[in-house]
């Protein structure tokens, strides 16, 4: 007989046909149930502050963000659609966007301050060319990502933005290591195709 083993506090089968516990807390919460609402917080919090960081590297910012996050849950928890995908990879989604914006957010006030102090002083404006490249940059990635199919995506994101392994990513999505392994490679060719990276 199969046991079960945890994996971010997540009860998980040891097959690998991961049962979605997020996807059911999501389900709850979009009925206005606190409690699950609690628990969603308690299990995906840590995860979902890693990834805003690794974003936005400010730790107050991030924060911010992760309550901004959750209370995003809270009010749009009934637009999950469990049959499009994991609750885990929904709720990274919607913490990366929030990261992206902000940094996009934050990228247009340095800019505005920047041009504003090159055109009191008359420097050469290379390090705002530079800012702006980045973020189109980022802006592009996000597109190309939006473009891949919704399996290569879901592994591309858990495996970046949310920091899994390859095995991990396998267990939470209850599919064979192999076909982890193809998504992910497939995924990152197409997404070398529509960024037009040659190597």
Known sequence: M??????DGMDVPEDGSAHDAVA???LAVSSGDQAAFAKLYDTLSQRVFGLILRVLVNRSQSEEVLQEVFLEIWQSASRFAPNK????????TIAHRRAV???RSSQ???DRDVRAGLRDIGVAHDSVAEQVELSIEGERVTTALSGLPDAQREAIVLA???GYSQNEISVLLGAPLGTIK???RDGLTRLRTAL???A
């Open 24 to 26: 059911d807390l999501l």
């Open 182 to 184: 193809t998504r992910m």
């Open 101 to 103: 914006d902000r940094v």
């Open 85 to 92: 995908g994991q609750g885990r990879t929904w709720v990274m």
């Open 108 to 110: 247009s006030s340095t």
């Open 160 to 162: 970046y933005y949310g």
């Open 2 to 7: 199969l046991g079960r083993m945890v994996i």
């Open 196 to 198: 037009g990276v040659t």
